[in-house]
């Protein structure tokens, strides 16, 4: 009975939303009442994490473990913005000065890096796939997008060469629209399968 | 035993040649009496008459005509009206008066004592051949009794151990067995010689269902230890061909049986050698066990005698093939070794877990001279030794083994994949991902000082440049349905972006409210990310927050969209409201501005069909365009605007966004780092396929 509980509340929620979709001039207040318990039972979630990210750096550097020092940063950082923030308030602009300023060039670095990345596994790709379609199509429509998006070409020019290249431009959306029909397919399934109480959580 | 096959006793009553000392005939079972009959007695022997002095009455015949001559007659007896016989006697015979004469008394005394003896002496024969008959009799039953016994106990024990050979004895349309077939095949031109031999096993399975007389009479003489040479010889002729075929298709059986364990593979070895079906009852029974528990040297040294002929007649059928003559024991030495070989390949290197019977298996290995058995003693002593010291032709590579191995493909790839995976037991088969090296770091830090020189030497010198690319369809549409705003009307501003994209969307957001504002368009800025608590100040006036934070992320959203104010009292999310808690109240349309592709799916699938009235429209990167594009299509989103390619659309400068020359250097680099890719890869290529080729 226990393994099969969870099933059981998935499966009478999910009837719930359908329901409550069918006759929203009926069930919209109870709909409005469970969706806020999620939320409530999702922040405390939150919490949760942030307290056990918190407890696991804290025992990373009591133990000494290696890298225990970015353990250190992160819990100076994150007992400092709450201590800070609690005392000085979100409107405060000082307060929202400093977080902009470590923050934007923090992300913005990443942001840099993934782009690194991005470019050692352009060399690497081949090297590691060999030739194969996925890789072949992968360069050709890579190269082929980058140098049309530079801007060399003059798209006035030639009313042709603008048509051909409009065309060129939406094969993205032919990707894209069979990998969204892909997710919504498999989205249907498993939420068919939870309804019917056919996915039982496993630990 | 006789040599003289002559001496075959022929049946007066049947013609059914018996043996010498047979009593009964074995076909009809009357008695051969030659044995007691005397000579010069024969039945209806007359004397006087024309016949040859061979040709002899019995006793009682002669005994009967001495009763009925008138010469022994009683003279007190003869007729006294008889005078022409009176004269005659008187004529012939001395006169002897009322006395008989002495030699005629004794001629009486003798006959009537012969006569009493020849009776005695007849009876006595006759009850003597009567209980010898019956033991005869009983002895063939006994024999046949047993006969059948080892048959089906034979029998069972091949149906209990090996279910297979059940496939075996199916036979074809001709009549021959499944065995015999693929005989054939592997050896399509002794042809000749399997039809023989199949007539001979047909015979043999005709022989096993019904025995006939010649059988039952030699499976006497096996019991009674009266088989002449002959008479075995003509067995082994018979046998022969049957051996010589279980030795060809026994590599056939060794690869079938590679599979068996070796307790198992010694087990089924004696049942080669019995493969005749016939019992050896004469080592049997010197040894008192069965022949199924004797080992297999004693078994094969104790039937070469027998098997003299059949070497024989296997080498004159070689010879006749072109082929080099090879002795029965070196058939079955070779036999052993594919077998030895084949274990070794089930094993696969394994510590063999028998390994006594791998040093029996190994010493019938070893090859013997012609003529010259190995002495019996020396094998047990180097069987017992065979533990601890390894065998001689034990081979040293993994791969030896193959080379004379009579595997199909299918179990030769099975035992491969097998060897592959004991071998790489605790070794790593899969390439670590992250695993970094010396060269991998070098390479990544010169292609990001290339990137970083490339990007820094292009905003240092020269202009920003300019770009000047087509508008697209949905960055039209975004304008179109931003221009269909009506004064008054109102709009929810959704901010959901982090701070490493702020450059490539809040130009166009502010650009969008700049419009808003310019329209007497009413907005209202909402957001779930406490990100953009800190970003709202650059869209908004200096240090101002959003509207309203929605805790909860898109469950918030969902919630605000989807229900109602009940009437009991209001929900936990109306605290977060500092007045109305109606999110869409009034609400004409909704502006995303969203780095996320997945949030403005999202919101599309779970939060606009509850408002189907409210249109949306958002502003997102030029990464997650494509991804929005079929949204777009299928009118669920009016229009959007993604990075620095749709900015000409609202009027905002590219160089307002970024740097156009660094950009471009950045995607000319990517270009480059892209063929140097495939470059490096070719060049890979061809090397190894010179290295290939120099080899």
């Known amino acids: ?203 | 035993m006789s040599e003289q096959p002559d001496e075959l006793r022929i049946c007066p009553h049947c013609g059914q040649p018996n043996a010498v000392y047979t009593l009964r005939c074995i076909r009809c079972g009357e008695e051969l009496e030659e044995l007691f009959d005397l000579q010069g007695f024969e039945i209806g022997h007359v004397p006087g008459s024309d016949e040859s002095e061979d040709e002899i009455a019995s006793m009682d015949q002669m005994l009967a005509a001495l009763d009925e001559s008138s010469l022994l007659e009683d003279p007190k007896q003869e007729d006294p009206d008889s005078p022409d016989d009176e004269a005659d006697e008187d004529g012939l015979e001395p006169e002897v008066g009322d006395e008989t004469p002495d030699w005629l008394e004794k001629v009486r005394q003798r006959a009537k004592a012969e006569q009493d003896a020849a009776d005695r002496l007849a009876r006595g024969g006759m009850a003597m051949e009567d209980q010898r008959a019956e033991r005869d009799r009983e002895q063939v039953d006994q024999a046949f009794e047993e006969i059948m016994r080892r048959i089906r106990e034979q029998n069972e024990r091949e149906k209990a151990r090996r279910p297979w050979r059940a496939e075996s004895a199916s036979v074809d349309e001709n009549g021959d067995p499944e065995w015999l077939r693929r005989i054939r095949e592997l050896q399509p031109d002794r042809e000749e010689d399997t039809k023989e031999i199949s007539a001979h096993s047909a015979a043999r399975s005709d022989l096993e269902d019904e025995w006939t007389e010649e059988e039952l009479q030699e499976l006497l003489k096996r019991e009674l230890g009266q088989v002449d040479e002959e008479t075995e010889e003509e067995i082994t002729a018979e046998i022969s061909p049957l051996r010589s075929v279980a030795f060809e298709a026994e590599p056939e059986e060794s690869a079938e049986s590679a599979l068996l364990l070796p307790g198992e593979e010694a087990r089924a070895e004696p049942e080669l050698t019995n493969f005749h079906n016939i019992p050896e009852d004469d080592e049997e029974a010197q040894a008192g066990q069965p022949e199924d528990e004797k080992p297999l040297i004693e078994a094969t040294e104790a039937e070469q005698p027998a098997q003299s002929s059949a070497e024989k007649e296997l080498e004159e059928a070689n010879r006749q093939n072109g082929e080099l003559p090879i002795p029965l024991e070196d058939r079955e030495t070779v036999s052993t070794q594919n077998e030895l070989e084949l274990v070794e390949e089930a094993g696969l290197e394994e510590n063999f877990e028998q390994p006594a019977m791998q040093a029996d298996l190994q010493e019938e290995a070893v090859p013997r001279d012609k003529g010259e058995a190995h002495d019996q003693a020396e094998i047990e002593d180097k069987s017992e030794n065979a533990d601890q010291f390894p065998p001689e032709n034990e081979p040293e590579s993994p791969e030896e083994p193959f080379q004379d191995l009579l595997l199909l493909r299918d179990q030769r790839d099975r035992a491969r994949a097998l060897k592959d995976i004991l071998y790489q037991e605790g070794r790593r088969t899969i390439a670590v991902l992250h695993e970094s090296s010396p060269q991998g770091k070098f390479g990544r830090l010169v292609l990001g000082l290339l990137l970083m020189i490339g990007i820094l030497v292009s905003i240092l010198i020269g202009p920003a440049g300019s770009i000047d690319l087509p508008p697209q369809a949905h960055a039209l549409a975004f304008q179109e349905n931003l221009a269909s705003l009506q004064p008054g009307e109102r709009v929810l501003v959704v901010m959901d972006y982090q701070a490493a994209t702020r450059h490539d969307l809040e130009p166009l957001a502010a650009r969008v409210l700049d419009i808003l504002a310019g329209n007497d368009i009413q907005r209202r800025v909402v957001t779930a990310n406490p990100v953009n608590l800190l970003l709202a100040s650059n869209l908004l006036e200096p240090a101002q927050l959003p509207d309203e934070f929605i805790p909860g992320g898109m469950l918030g959203y969902l919630s605000l969209a989807a229900a109602s104010p009940p009437n009991w009292g209001g929900l936990p999310i109306s605290l977060a409201f500092d007045g109305e808690a109606e999110l869409f109240a009034r609400i004409d349309q909704v502006i995303l501005i969203s780095d996320s592709a997945d949030f403005v799916r999202m919101w599309l699938e779970q939060v606009s069909p509850w408002r189907a009235g409210i249109k949306t429209s958002a502003i997102t990167t030029a990464v997650s365009g494509p991804m929005l594009l079929p949204y777009h299509g299928s009118g669920q989103l009016q229009g959007f605007v993604a990075g620095v390619t749709d900015a000409k659309v609202l009027q905002v400068g590219p160089q307002d966004l970024v740097n156009l020359r660094a950009w471009q250097a950045g995607m000319m680099l990517m270009m480059v780092v892209l063929l140097l890719g495939m470059i490096t890869k070719v060049d890979q290529d061809f090397s190894r396929r010179s290295e290939g080729q120099g080899r």
């Open chain 1, 1 to 203: 009975m226990k393994p099969r509980l969870p099933a059981v509340v998935a499966a009478v929620s999910g009837l719930a939303m359908l329901a409550a979709f069918f006759f929203q001039s009926v069930t919209s207040p109870y709909l409005g009442l469970v969706l806020n318990w999620a939320i409530i039972v999702s922040s405390m979630a939150l919490l949760v994490a942030i307290a056990s990210l918190a407890v696991t750096h804290i025992r990373f550097i009591i133990d000494g473990q290696k890298g225990f020092l970015y353990s250190i940063v992160l819990l100076v950082a994150f007992f400092s913005t709450l201590i800070i923030g609690w005392y000085r308030g979100l409107e405060d602009p000082q307060y929202l000065d400093w977080l902009r300023m470590i923050l934007v060039p923090v992300e913005t670095a990443l942001m840099g890096l993934i782009a690194l990345v991005l470019m050692s596994a352009a060399v690497k790709i081949f090297r590691v796939r060999g030739w194969s379609i996925l890789t072949v199509s992968f360069a050709l429509s890579a190269l082929f997008f980058l140098f049309l998006n530079l801007g060399f070409l003059r798209h006035d020019a030639n009313s042709t060469l603008t048509a051909v290249i409009s065309t060129l431009q939406r094969l993205p959306l032919v990707g894209a629209r069979g990998l969204l029909i892909g997710v919504g397919v498999g989205a249907l399934l498993m939420a068919l399968r939870v309804l019917f109480g056919q996915e039982v959580a496993r630990e």
